[in-house]
């Protein structure tokens, strides 16, 4: 059985009369419409960097790419027709092991490309240091149970005939020096659109999913009489840093050695900026449409470039992905469609609460069940579970709930908790590295009290356990690094409760008690540093001891009305259809 990738019609592949051959893939349809639809129709082109298809594919390091992953699924869901260009990764972004000391230990990730993707017979060319670089494609289709395709492109430098150094250009996501990564933006951007055109793709408009791949801008230019109102109409850019140091840009001389002058250097500096190519300001400088990932990034977003019209397109999450198969069942029964139609978990009340709790607790014996065989450590099906997992890095604060060690122990002898956190740290990343041996260092001082764990390894696969596992989700950014932040919402999915910092998408989706905590003041109340801290800490170890363990163990049911509100105030909204929907009529159309 098949489904018309256009309309989504079942068919049987043996009956259809309809077929097209191309890129080495037959594809099946009910009509020639639909087969001529499929061939001809103009797509939306989204570039990016890292992509989080699923952890067989390790073409990703954090949020940025499994958001991507989840546009992708959305987009397949609700058949948007998109086309995806990436880079390859070869060999993937790093696995991680620890050390019994904490030490985190890097090593490649060897995966073959070929099992689960097919080579296209195109190849590209694109000039670095002078040097013509063969580029080919990897073609990967993600296809919807609804039938909506969506193929990717990974782009591939592994080329015969390349030089060994060009050979590695796409082998590691986010490695190498400065001169590395402006050849892979070269590959992603300039590469991309040829490779898009090579393989017979039409595009109705090129969405930049952050900085990296603005040189297609470039070859747009050069493709459209280098007419910047053109090459606007056509882009789309969504930046995704809040902080002017995460920015790629790249001195002249390293760029007029790379890249060459493909385009006159005093044009490149008008649309780049003047001192350094600026890959955020020459997308912002040739995109239509420029948005932030929350309202409070884009607030933030403004200033830190003034005089740019950037509008707010909330991130959300791939619900079906995101929700573990407990509360998969439950929706099914209460809620059908939901998977489709996310906002269907508004009516989240109609689902009996004992159903709800029951739900839970299979997810979370299924991530303690992980836990033990990860780690030797038994966790208590019984106890409070909080979870903090994702990139370690200094502004993610990991470290925030050992803030004050004698307190935390207290509040543990009035009422149980443990805690589970994850997260790699990148190989440059120093600090981050630091962060994971001091949580290490912390883990054997309360070894005696409190049950911590820090398992190996983080992936999207290990995030679903966790968001869905854990009974609050804990989350202590320094405001305003956190341009959105995405796992939250993946516990709201699965009732899990957020205890967060208000910075990112929070911001947006909390009401304090209701659909969760606030840990420190609103950013409007504009405090000092000191008083921030002062307050976030308070809020932290006081609504612990004094709200949040109560309600746990005394409780229960103004717990599961919180779990609910999660689901029908959180998670109908901050998923990705919701998101997609709104690039679609805002930015695409
Ligand atoms: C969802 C996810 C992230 C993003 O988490 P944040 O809350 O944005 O820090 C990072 N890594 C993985 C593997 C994820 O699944």
Redesign the pocket.
């Not at 087969?35 to 992509?51: D, V």
């Not at 060999?91 to 230990?105: F, N």
């Not at 009732?495 to 990112?504: H, R, Y």
């Given at each position: 059985m098949f489904r018309d990738p256009i309309c989504g019609m079942s068919l049987d592949e043996k009956e259809t009369e309809f077929k097209t051959q191309v890129r080495g893939r037959t594809y099946y349809f009910c009509s020639e419409y639909c087969k001529h639809t499929f061939s001809e129709e103009k797509r939306i082109a989204y570039f990016s960097m890292e992509i989080g298809l699923t952890d067989d594919i390790p073409t990703y390091s954090?949020?940025l790419g499994?958001l991507a992953g989840d546009t992708i699924r959305s987009s397949a869901d609700l058949k948007i027709p998109l086309v995806v260009v990436s880079l390859i990764s070869r060999k993937g972004y790093l696995k991680q092991e620890i050390t019994k000391e904490g030490k985190q230990i890097e090593h490649p990730v060897e995966w073959t490309p070929s099992k689960f993707m097919n080579e296209l017979p195109t190849q590209v060319r694109v000039q670095i240091q002078g040097r013509e670089v063969e580029i080919k494609a990897w073609l990967y289709d993600h296809q919807s149970l609804t039938g909506g395709i969506v193929p990717i492109l990974f782009l591939d430098t592994d080329v015969e005939g390349n030089t060994p150094e060009d050979r590695e250009i796409t082998s590691f996501l986010y490695g190498g020096d400065e001169r590395y990564r402006l050849k892979q933006e070269i590959v992603l951007g300039i590469g991309g659109i040829k490779m898009l055109e090579a393989a017979g793709f039409k595009i109705r408009k090129y969405h930049m999913n952050e900085g990296h791949p603005s040189l297609l801008t470039l070859e747009l230019l050069r493709k459209n009489d280098m007419n910047p109102d053109k090459v606007r109409d056509l882009c789309i850019f969504t930046t995704h840093t809040p902080v002017e140091a995460g920015h790629d840009k790249f001195p002249y001389d390293v760029v007029q050695e790379i890249l060459g002058e493909i385009i006159p250097l005093k044009t490149l500096k008008k649309f780049g900026g003047q001192d350094r190519l600026n890959m955020t300001r020459l997308a912002l400088n040739l995109s239509k449409y420029v948005n932030g990932v929350t309202k409070r990034h884009k607030d933030f977003s403004r200033k830190l470039f003034p005089g740019y019209h950037i509008s707010a397109i909330t991130n959300g999450v791939h619900s079906f992905t995101w929700t573990c198969d407990s509360f998969r069942k439950l929706y099914d029964k209460y809620l059908p469609g939901w998977a489709n139609e996310p906002e269907l978990l508004v009516r989240v009340d109609g689902i009996p609460d004992e159903e709800i709790w029951q739900a839970h607790i299979e997810a979370k014996e299924k991530l303690l069940d992980f836990v033990y065989k990860k780690t030797d450590v038994n966790l208590d099906r019984d106890v409070l579970t909080l979870g903090f997992a994702?990139?370690a890095t200094a502004y993610k604060r990991p470290d925030l709930l050992f803030s004050d060690v004698g307190k935390l122990k207290e509040i543990n002898s009035k009422g149980r908790i443990q805690v589970i956190f994850a997260g790699k740290a990148h190989p440059k990343d120093l600090s981050g590295k630091q962060l994971i041996e001091e949580i290490y260092g912390y883990i054997e001082k309360l070894r005696n009290v409190m049950k911590i764990v820090y398992l190996e390894d983080?992936?999207?696969q290990m995030?679903a356990k966790l968001t869905s596992g854990v009974d609050v989700w804990l989350?202590t950014p320094l405001p305003p690094l956190e341009a959105s932040?995405?796992?939250?919402m993946?516990a709201a999915h699965n009732g899990v409760i957020n205890f967060s910092v208000l910075d990112g998408w929070w911001v947006e989706g909390w009401i304090e008690g209701v659909t969760g905590w606030a840990i420190g003041p609103h950013p409007s109340e504009q405090l000092s540093t000191e008083e921030t801290k002062i307050r976030e800490l308070d809020d932290l170890y006081n609504k612990l001891e004094y709200i949040i363990i109560p309600m746990f163990y005394q409780k229960r049911d103004e717990w599961i009305k919180m779990m609910e509100n999660s689901i029908g105030k959180i998670a109908y909204y901050f998923n990705s259809h919701r998101m997609m929907r709104r690039y679609v009529t805002e930015a695409y159309l």
């Amino acid at each position: 059985m098949f489904r018309d990738p256009i309309c989504g019609m079942s068919l049987d592949e043996k009956e259809t009369e309809f077929k097209t051959q191309v890129r080495g893939r037959t594809y099946y349809f009910c009509s020639e419409y639909c087969k001529h639809t499929f061939s001809e129709e103009k797509r939306i082109a989204y570039f990016s960097m890292e992509i989080g298809l699923t952890d067989d594919i390790p073409t990703y390091s954090g949020g940025l790419g499994v958001l991507a992953g989840d546009t992708i699924r959305s987009s397949a869901d609700l058949k948007i027709p998109l086309v995806v260009v990436s880079l390859i990764s070869r060999k993937g972004y790093l696995k991680q092991e620890i050390t019994k000391e904490g030490k985190q230990i890097e090593h490649p990730v060897e995966w073959t490309p070929s099992k689960f993707m097919n080579e296209l017979p195109t190849q590209v060319r694109v000039q670095i240091q002078g040097r013509e670089v063969e580029i080919k494609a990897w073609l990967y289709d993600h296809q919807s149970l609804t039938g909506g395709i969506v193929p990717i492109l990974f782009l591939d430098t592994d080329v015969e005939g390349n030089t060994p150094e060009d050979r590695e250009i796409t082998s590691f996501l986010y490695g190498g020096d400065e001169r590395y990564r402006l050849k892979q933006e070269i590959v992603l951007g300039i590469g991309g659109i040829k490779m898009l055109e090579a393989a017979g793709f039409k595009i109705r408009k090129y969405h930049m999913n952050e900085g990296h791949p603005s040189l297609l801008t470039l070859e747009l230019l050069r493709k459209n009489d280098m007419n910047p109102d053109k090459v606007r109409d056509l882009c789309i850019f969504t930046t995704h840093t809040p902080v002017e140091a995460g920015h790629d840009k790249f001195p002249y001389d390293v760029v007029q050695e790379i890249l060459g002058e493909i385009i006159p250097l005093k044009t490149l500096k008008k649309f780049g900026g003047q001192d350094r190519l600026n890959m955020t300001r020459l997308a912002l400088n040739l995109s239509k449409y420029v948005n932030g990932v929350t309202k409070r990034h884009k607030d933030f977003s403004r200033k830190l470039f003034p005089g740019y019209h950037i509008s707010a397109i909330t991130n959300g999450v791939h619900s079906f992905t995101w929700t573990c198969d407990s509360f998969r069942k439950l929706y099914d029964k209460y809620l059908p469609g939901w998977a489709n139609e996310p906002e269907l978990l508004v009516r989240v009340d109609g689902i009996p609460d004992e159903e709800i709790w029951q739900a839970h607790i299979e997810a979370k014996e299924k991530l303690l069940d992980f836990v033990y065989k990860k780690t030797d450590v038994n966790l208590d099906r019984d106890v409070l579970t909080l979870g903090f997992a994702r990139r370690a890095t200094a502004y993610k604060r990991p470290d925030l709930l050992f803030s004050d060690v004698g307190k935390l122990k207290e509040i543990n002898s009035k009422g149980r908790i443990q805690v589970i956190f994850a997260g790699k740290a990148h190989p440059k990343d120093l600090s981050g590295k630091q962060l994971i041996e001091e949580i290490y260092g912390y883990i054997e001082k309360l070894r005696n009290v409190m049950k911590i764990v820090y398992l190996e390894d983080y992936d999207m696969q290990m995030a679903a356990k966790l968001t869905s596992g854990v009974d609050v989700w804990l989350n202590t950014p320094l405001p305003p690094l956190e341009a959105s932040g995405t796992s939250g919402m993946k516990a709201a999915h699965n009732g899990v409760i957020n205890f967060s910092v208000l910075d990112g998408w929070w911001v947006e989706g909390w009401i304090e008690g209701v659909t969760g905590w606030a840990i420190g003041p609103h950013p409007s109340e504009q405090l000092s540093t000191e008083e921030t801290k002062i307050r976030e800490l308070d809020d932290l170890y006081n609504k612990l001891e004094y709200i949040i363990i109560p309600m746990f163990y005394q409780k229960r049911d103004e717990w599961i009305k919180m779990m609910e509100n999660s689901i029908g105030k959180i998670a109908y909204y901050f998923n990705s259809h919701r998101m997609m929907r709104r690039y679609v009529t805002e930015a695409y159309l």
